[in-house]
């Protein structure tokens, strides 16, 4: 079993950055890729980010490319971050990280092969 908690969310203004953390438990982090995934109100999920198992690939939506990054630290505390920066007001959305249910697979846009979700973090930008 995978548990994931994000943190890192809150308001900041448009230009402005912000660092979300998801923290994993259960001993096989490394081995899963890892998604970021956004909902804004009255919009469908959307894909953000994701991150191979190793970390030496990752996979960006067009609007956050050159604004967002993502990282994974598995030796140390088994994290993933997406690193938030020029934010913008349409970047306002609660943002999820996940992981792939089956272990050692490439990461991927589409929501329903992770099979791990966190609660959620909420970003607001104002304009």
């Known amino acids: 079993q995978v548990q994931l908690v994000e943190s890192g969310g809150g308001l900041v203004r448009a230009g402005g950055s912000l660092r979300l953390s998801c923290a994993s438990s259960?001993?096989?982090?490394?081995?899963?890729?890892m998604g970021w995934f956004r909902q804004a109100p009255g919009k469908e999920r959307e894909f953000v980010a994701a991150?191979?198992?190793?970390?030496?690939?990752?996979?960006y939506t067009d609007s956050v490319k050159g604004r967002f990054t993502i990282s994974r630290d598995n030796a140390k505390n088994t994290t993933v971050y997406l690193e938030l920066n020029n934010l913008k007001p349409e970047d306002t959305a609660v943002y999820y990280c996940?992981?792939?249910?089956?272990?050692?697979?490439?990461?991927?846009?589409?929501?329903?092969?992770?099979?791990?979700w966190g609660q959620g973090t909420q970003v607001t930008v104002s304009s």
């Open positions: 996940a992981a792939r249910g089956l272990m050692f697979e490439q990461p991927t846009t589409t929501a329903s092969v992770y099979g791990y």
């Open positions: 991150i191979s198992w190793s970390g030496d690939s990752t996979v």
């Open positions: 259960g001993q096989t982090f490394s081995t899963r890729a």
